[in-house]
């Protein structure tokens, strides 16, 4: 099965390696493409936001189970899911692949000083990426308007770390204006990359 349905989401049922081919082949051709990783919170958040549970059927082009309690889901249900495939694991392995293309990456969401940390980081260890934007989540415009910045800089690969559904409102902004731009929502990535 291609799909598999728990509580109403549409999970991806692909290999880390599928999404990963996947995802080099969009970049590729520049093609706007927009990836939830779904745990459990977010399945029962969407269960009681219908604008939420929208976005993800709607807006995303991909959803991918992040979380045991999916997987298991899925068992119950009887129609398993190929594998857990996690956020942080993606949201690494695309700041390498970033790196080996010398990719334009834009950053946004965490404290200040995680930013800070992480632009040290890529300043070091991923130095052929080309950072076109570096933002904490704690800012005061409107996601429109966080939006518009985001699409000037121009850039490949886009992560937001603002906690769900707000990740999620924004990266749906970009991805319904086409942003030619693969963009992923990773929750607590960037506390536990800056460390
Ligand atoms: N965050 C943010 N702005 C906010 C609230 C949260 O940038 O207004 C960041 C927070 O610093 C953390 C990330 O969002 O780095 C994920 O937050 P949380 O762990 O609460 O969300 P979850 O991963 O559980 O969805």
Avoid at 39 to 45: F, T
Avoid at 109 to 132: C, F, R, T, W
Wanted: overall charge negative; charged content about 20%.
């Amino acid at each position: 099965m291609d799909k598999v349905d728990v509580l109403g989401v549409d999970f991806d049922n692909k290999s880390f390696h599928q999404f990963q081919n996947e995802f080099i082949g969009r970049i590729n051709v520049h093609q706007s493409t927009f990836v939830v990783t779904a745990n459990p919170e977010i399945v029962l958040a969407a269960n009681e936001n219908p604008e939420f549970m929208k976005i993800l059927n709607y807006d995303a082009d991909y959803i991918t189970p992040d979380g045991i309690g999916i997987i298991k889901a899925a068992n119950i249900l009887g129609t398993p899911l190929k594998e857990r495939v996690t956020g942080y694991d993606l949201f690494t392995w695309l700041m390498k692949l970033a790196n080996d293309r010398s990719l334009r990456v834009y950053l946004i969401g965490a404290k200040p000083n995680v930013i800070h940390a992480i632009q040290a980081k890529i300043a070091h260890e991923y130095s052929d990426i080309q950072l076109v934007g570096a933002e904490d989540g704690y800012f005061k415009e409107d996601l429109e308007v966080i939006a518009y910045q985001i699409e000037r800089a121009e850039p490949d690969l886009v992560f937001a770390a603002l906690g769900s559904p707000r990740q999620e409102q924004l990266l749906a902004l970009l991805r319904r204006n086409l942003l030619p731009a693969l963009m992923m929502g990773v929750g607590g990535s960037f506390d536990v990359f800056s460390g």
